[in-house]
């Protein structure tokens, strides 16, 4: 045969013509999984990779935050009405009231606090914001964390205790929570009894019980519930103008 006639890969060496074909393949795989994650990222929901990544790492959370506000906003299931044992920021006989099921563990949820806290600057009196637990089995601190708010809530401080460790996701041990109680000048005494004696437990699983039988698969996940009652789906980490455009259209 003329050696003119040869193919590209019949003139290189084997060697490099196995380089070549093992970059090539993991190009391609690169690409596929861009392609996942980046309809995981549109959609704002990444259950399936965050159950695989429970699975294995058993560290973070996946739940994206969405460019844009989902084209899917059914809600699966019956979201419970808001009682007196919820955790309500804002004007009770507000509008509309958005219910977050978040863990304090989730890094998507620290980043859709300070929405939410922007949300509710902006529509004072118009929207009221809702905090249930859903801590994440594979977020060792969550479970901890959500506990100590709950400690907090006794004292009449939640919310501030909340946004301390959203603001500080970097700092869930048992000494944190006791520097965040002393700083917020509550009992010790009360406070560590709280903790030591469990019983905010079952409060914590209810809420993650209720909001899976919502339809939640990921942190956060919430709901826009209407003057009517309601309910539409905001799923992930969405950006603060995606959910002013969904509060917007819900106060038309």
């Known amino acids: 045969m003329d050696g003119s006639n040869k193919s590209f890969f019949d003139a290189i060496p084997s060697k490099t013509a196995f ?3 093992f970059i090539t393949a993991v190009l391609s795989l690169g690409t596929l999984g861009f392609v996942v994650l980046g309809n995981c990222v549109l959609s704002g929901d990444c259950s399936g990779i965050q ?10 959370t996946t739940t994206k935050t969405a460019a844009v506000a989902p084209t899917d906003t059914t809600v699966t299931g019956k979201v419970p009405v808001v009682d007196e044992k919820d955790h309500v920021r804002g004007d009770e006989k507000a ?10 563990q989730c890094p998507y949820c620290s980043r859709f606090h300070p929405t939410m806290q922007q949300i509710m600057e902006d529509y004072d009196g118009q929207v009221k914001w809702v905090y249930r637990h859903f801590p994440l089995s594979f977020h060792p601190n969550a479970m901890p964390a959500a506990e100590a708010t709950e400690c907090a809530s ?19 041990s048992d000494d944190d929570y006791q520097q ?5 000048g509550l009992d010790l005494t009360k406070f560590n009894d709280c903790l030591s004696s469990d019983r905010t ?12 039988a919502a ?11 209407d003057a009517d009652g309601n309910a539409q ?3 992930g980490a969405l950006p603060y103008a995606s959910v002013k455009a969904m509060i917007d259209a819900a106060l038309e």
Do not use: R
Not at 180 to 184: G, P, S, V, Y
Not at 215 to 225: A, D, K, N, Q, R
């Open 19 to 21: 380089t070549l074909g």
């Open 201 to 212: 437990l079952a409060i914590i699983n209810a809420d993650a019980q209720e909001g899976a």
């Open 233 to 235: 789906s905001i799923k």
């Open 51 to 60: 159950a695989a990544e429970a699975d294995t790492a058993k560290t973070t």
């Open 154 to 172: 006794e004292q009449g401080k939640f919310w501030e205790f909340a946004d301390t460790l959203f603001a500080n996701q970097d700092k869930l």
């Open 215 to 225: 339809g939640v698969t990921g942190t956060p996940g919430s709901f826009l519930i």
């Open 180 to 184: 965040i109680a002393k700083d917020l």
């Open 95 to 104: 509008t509309l009231t958005i219910i977050e099921y978040s863990d304090f």
